[in-house]
């Protein structure tokens, strides 16, 4: 072997071996936690916990590829009647939990909430349903629901629809549920919608039948004898097999993803620490999107009274340690608002906003979590929902 061989066949070893050293320290992970500790964080802090994803109850891709959870909740709910089945849609307080400061973590998979009550009514022969992402746009409910009730099997007799005012600030539907445009029908529903000029979400429900036009275009298959759509999914398992080989073959490397979360971890120390950004807090939302959250509410609410599908909307819980609004009129708008969407369309409007007293609430970086429950916080609200909608279901 020549000088230069052995130079690169040594470069190429000191390069594996600190990829391997780095793939097994975790240094980024050991700085977010010499952070939290000069900040005086318990290790606990702000760890979100492994939860609970089952298939059968979950729509598990967090929206990014819905339409797959949904053929199998077509064949779970098949042979259950409709006056059984139960959908609760919500934001990332119904999917995640993080510790209380009391709170030190198990080895198994956590309950939320929802996996409480889905348990708890399962034995009554009741079948619940989850359709959750984080920052959850109620848009994006609503075109989950109106993709359900085109299909018998997967229409629910109870929609239990979690709502915050944080809520309120999220708006657009994004590119998972959007492909559920590949149904004709359901593109077709849409774009009903999006017709009527008066209606606040018509101009964001016509830029994402655009945008979902464009991308199938884009995709179409090219002329030739190696079309470009073959060659592409040629690539793909190529790419995936590769991956999949590597991840068995090189110790540690099946774990990057850990490290990819511990750099977006430290960026965020960073926005706290340095840049003394907080999360969460007190605030006004823009007029213009109040207006579109409320009238995808509205239109829920309109579809489920058309569909003879009973709603209850609950007002989810929020830590007493902090607000989530930054006015009285912030406040009294969103609970007029819902007291007189319940009453317009025939649903039942449930309080939990203060039931859950701050010890049971997670801790983050940046101070008390205002919206994700800890162990103890999910099972109290678990029982009060199971209280209040048991008599909705005859129970």
């Known amino acids: 072997m020549t000088g230069a061989a052995r130079l690169a066949?040594?470069?190429?070893?000191?390069?594996?071996?600190?990829?391997?050293?780095?793939?097994?320290?975790?240094?980024?992970?050991?700085?977010?936690?010499?952070?939290?500790w000069l900040a005086g964080l318990s290790p606990e802090a702000a760890m979100t916990i492994p939860v609970r994803r089952q298939p059968d109850l979950h729509e598990t891709s967090l929206g990014d590829a819905p339409k797959a959870s949904f053929e199998r909740l077509a064949a779970r709910w098949h042979d259950v009647a409709p006056r059984r089945r139960v959908l609760f849609t919500g934001n990332s307080q119904m999917q995640m939990a993080v510790l209380a400061p009391n709170e030190r973590l198990r080895p198994e998979p956590e309950?939320?909430?929802?996996?409480?009550?889905?348990?708890?009514?399962?034995?009554?022969?009741?079948?619940?349903?989850?359709?959750?992402?984080?920052?959850?746009?109620?848009?994006?409910?609503?075109?989950y629901l109106t993709y359900l009730t085109g299909r018998p099997e997967t229409?629910?007799?109870?929609?239990?629809?979690?709502?915050?005012y944080a809520g309120f600030a999220n708006g657009g539907v994004r590119e998972g549920i959007a492909a559920l445009l590949d149904d004709e029908a359901f593109a077709a529903r849409i774009e009903k919608l999006a017709a009527d000029p008066a209606w606040a979400l018509s101009e964001p429900a016509r830029e994402a039948l655009a945008r979902h036009r464009?991308?199938?275009?884009?995709?179409?298959?090219?002329?030739?004898?190696?079309?470009?759509?073959?060659?592409a999914a040629a690539g793909?398992?190529?790419?995936?097999?590769?991956?999949?080989?590597?991840?068995?073959?090189?110790?540690?490397?099946?774990?990057?993803?850990?490290h990819k979360v511990d750099v977006y971890s430290l960026l965020f120390r960073a926005r706290v620490h340095v840049a003394r950004i907080r999360s969460g807090g007190a605030r006004?939302?823009?007029?213009?999107?109040?207006?579109?959250?409320?009238?995808a509410l509205e239109a829920i609410a309109a579809l489920c009274r058309e569909r003879g599908i009973r709603?209850?909307?609950?007002?989810?819980?929020?830590?007493?340690?902090v607000t989530l609004f930054k006015t009285e009129s912030d406040r009294t708008g969103y609970e007029e608002f819902l007291a007189g969407l319940c009453k317009r369309y025939g649903g039942t409007l449930l309080d939990f906003e203060a039931s859950v007293p701050a010890a049971e609430w997670g801790n983050g970086v940046d101070g008390p979590d205002p919206l994700h429950l800890g162990r103890a916080g999910h099972k109290r609200l678990a029982e009060l929902l199971i209280e209040r909608i048991a008599p909705?279901?005859?129970l």
């Open 9 to 36: 066949a040594f470069a190429v070893f000191q390069t594996l071996a600190l990829l391997g050293v780095l793939l097994w320290l975790r240094p980024v992970g050991a700085v977010n936690r010499a952070i939290d």
């Open 236 to 258: 793909h398992r190529l790419e995936t097999a590769t991956r999949a080989w590597l991840d068995r073959a090189v110790p540690g490397l099946a774990i990057r993803d850990l």
């Open 155 to 164: 229409t629910p007799g109870l929609v239990i629809l979690q709502t915050n």
């Open 284 to 295: 006004s939302i823009a007029p213009a999107r109040l207006a579109a959250s409320r009238a």
């Open 311 to 321: 709603l209850i909307i609950f007002r989810a819980p929020v830590n007493p340690s």
């Open 392 to 394: 909705q279901l005859g």
């Open 214 to 231: 464009r991308q199938r275009e884009a995709s179409g298959p090219a002329t030739g004898a190696s079309p470009a759509g073959e060659t």
């Open 111 to 143: 309950r939320t909430y929802f996996d409480w009550v889905a348990e708890g009514l399962a034995g009554r022969g009741v079948s619940c349903y989850r359709l959750s992402a984080g920052a959850l746009s109620y848009s994006e409910a609503l075109w």
